[in-house]
């Protein structure tokens, strides 16, 4: 075998220490410029998926916690009007009666979602504030999951919002410290 000879990774056919690409078979040849620059073609690809993955979860929360935050404002502000309209309701009233529901204790109960949305959507804010400057991996999983858990919307909204924790929680490489610990 000549000795400025090496051999195909892909097919073992003998090729010249200068080809770029296998003849036989078109495998960029192993430490050649063409591997190397379809190593980078491959690492930007990735880098721009991820990136495009990153996007996407922080226009998830935003869209989530902007809303959140200001229906929860909006339910802790008209707690006492909301408790009227229903007390006027007398299906309302009737129901109120069976279950022993007091208008303090329908006032309490649109606080308390009120809080529980606000809540939620602040977790769920400064998350997104960490994947977009890709710090605090670690608070933005812990922060979106709590966001979620305090969700009271619906088990839906709760399920979506465990993806997204997945979902940053698997983005941990795209982070600049990938955990605070460290
Ligand atoms: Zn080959």
Redesign the pocket.
């Given at each position: 075998m000549e000795s400025n000879s090496k051999f195909?990774t892909?097919?073992g056919?003998a090729v010249s220490t200068e080809a770029q690409y296998?003849s036989?078979?078109g495998?960029p040849i192993a430490g050649s410029r063409a591997e190397a620059e379809r190593k980078q073609a491959l690492k930007d690809y990735e880098d721009m998926m991820s990136e495009n993955r990153r996007m996407w979860v922080m226009f998830l929360m935003i869209i989530y916690a902007i809303p959140a935050i200001i229906v929860g404002v909006y339910f802790v502000v008209n707690a006492a009007q909301f408790t009227d309209i229903l007390f006027q309701n007398s299906d309302f009233i009737a129901w109120a009666l069976t279950y022993d529901v007091t208008p303090a204790m329908t006032e309490s109960m649109f606080n308390y979602l009120g809080y529980l949305l606000i809540a939620s959507g602040a977790c769920v804010a400064i998350a997104t504030l960490c994947v977009f400057k890709r710090r605090y991996w670690l608070v933005a999983v812990v922060l979106t999951l709590i966001g979620s858990l305090l969700f009271c919307g619906s088990i839906f909204g709760v399920l979506i919002g465990l993806m997204v924790t997945w979902m940053i929680y698997s983005m941990r490489d795209s982070f600049i410290d990938g955990s605070i610990q460290e």
């Amino acid at each position: 075998m000549e000795s400025n000879s090496k051999f195909c990774t892909q097919c073992g056919k003998a090729v010249s220490t200068e080809a770029q690409y296998c003849s036989e078979c078109g495998t960029p040849i192993a430490g050649s410029r063409a591997e190397a620059e379809r190593k980078q073609a491959l690492k930007d690809y990735e880098d721009m998926m991820s990136e495009n993955r990153r996007m996407w979860v922080m226009f998830l929360m935003i869209i989530y916690a902007i809303p959140a935050i200001i229906v929860g404002v909006y339910f802790v502000v008209n707690a006492a009007q909301f408790t009227d309209i229903l007390f006027q309701n007398s299906d309302f009233i009737a129901w109120a009666l069976t279950y022993d529901v007091t208008p303090a204790m329908t006032e309490s109960m649109f606080n308390y979602l009120g809080y529980l949305l606000i809540a939620s959507g602040a977790c769920v804010a400064i998350a997104t504030l960490c994947v977009f400057k890709r710090r605090y991996w670690l608070v933005a999983v812990v922060l979106t999951l709590i966001g979620s858990l305090l969700f009271c919307g619906s088990i839906f909204g709760v399920l979506i919002g465990l993806m997204v924790t997945w979902m940053i929680y698997s983005m941990r490489d795209s982070f600049i410290d990938g955990s605070i610990q460290e």
